[in-house]
């Protein structure tokens, strides 16, 4: 697998793999406001913006991309990988790639783990910074974990 800078011609290939994911397998943990939610927020317009900042990587296995994902600062967000390429060990091989980039300048991670993601990080050696719940749609409550991992761990 390698990882490069996404170019604004992968926006349709970036925004194919965050819905199928969120599609997939954010049923099993989210009700439909809150996964329709998730599809606002990761909308073609903002991944257009991300990409355009040079802020997007990709996870290319031949010629497929099979994931994604966004640095800003000290902080990583739509890290997704295409459910048939996930439990492969590639979501490992791009965390370890992330927190190279970020550890190179700064001494904190922050991720706001979403379900799926939360007990990955835990693993990796982040920790609940702090726990926020929010009313997103009608009267769907989300909770959601805000992670660090300091250099040092």
Do not use: C
């Not at 996404?6 to 994911?21: C, G, P, R």
């Amino acid at each position: 697998m390698k990882i490069i800078n996404a170019k604004y011609k992968d926006i349709s290939a970036i925004n194919h793999v965050v819905y199928s994911t969120i599609n997939k397998v954010y049923p099993a943990y989210y009700s439909a406001g809150i996964i329709e939610f998730f599809l606002n927020i990761h909308s073609i317009e903002n991944i257009e913006k991300d990409v355009i900042s040079g802020s997007t990587y990709l996870m290319i296995i031949g010629k497929k991309i099979i994931g994604t994902f966004t640095i800003k600062e000290n902080e990583f967000s739509r890290f997704f990988i295409l459910p048939d390429y996930r439990g492969r060990g590639y979501g490992s091989i791009a965390l370890t790639y992330i927190e190279n980039i970020i550890f190179s300048d700064y001494s904190e991670i922050k991720i706001i783990a979403s379900k799926p993601g939360y007990p990955v990080y835990l693993k990796r050696g982040y920790v609940v910074y702090k726990y926020v719940e929010e009313r997103i749609v009608n009267d769907d409550i989300e909770g959601y974990h805000i992670m660090i991992k300091n250099k040092t761990q």
